[in-house]
């Protein structure tokens, strides 16, 4: 399906989530990168879904210092804790390439989702996968050496074979040191597991190795 005066077609897995047309409500957006798609401490009015693209997910500290809370790959959706009142405001996301976005207002359509039995079993199921994530990822970072975190997290978050994420919001989201990560990096180019660019990005020679370590949780080091 087509919005007015756009060429983007909403996907099916999109519209299949409602028992409603969704069509004269939503709209497409896109987002170039490093373009806020939310921003922080706004009260957000749309349910979002990231149909292509990556984005990261921040929070902004009292003291100025930013966190970064996920990296969010498409699809995917934002903005369900809003539309479930579980918080007001919104933290922050921004586009980390170029990313499409199916808007739907939430005010518009709040009493046609509350009572869609069909897209509230969608949210149901979609916050248990989210719950069940973080606590794989949690219990990743606690258990598992950075060789297999990193593995894990290169494979998540690569767009095809090329991995371009910055390494300081990376080793931060890790929880390592700088100089970890890149010591673990080269070990990755050594082995021919990765090759580093000169567009400052790496590309995934070895996708099954990669895999191994992603899984296995070795003890290397």
Known sequence: MKTKGSDVIIPAYVTNIFSFDITPYAKVKEYQKNQLICREGDDLSDLIFLIDGN????????????TIID????????GEMEFMRAQKFTNGIIALDKCICILLPIRE?????????KFLNYLCLFLCKKALRNTSNYAT?????LVNRLARFILLSADGEIYNRKHTEVAEYL???YRH????FALFCEANILQHTDKKEY???DFSSLA???VNGSNQR
């Open 181 to 184: 990560l890149l010591h673990v």
């Open 55 to 66: 984005a990261k997910l921040f929070l902004t500290h009292e003291n100025g210092k930013i």
């Open 203 to 205: 590309i995934i020679k």
């Open 141 to 145: 970072n606690q258990n598992y050496p």
């Open 109 to 117: 359509t709040d009493h046609l989702l509350r009572n869609d039995i």
């Open 212 to 214: 191994a370590m992603a």
């Open 71 to 78: 990296f969010l790959k498409s699809p995917t959706l934002f």
């Open 175 to 177: 929880g390592v040191s």
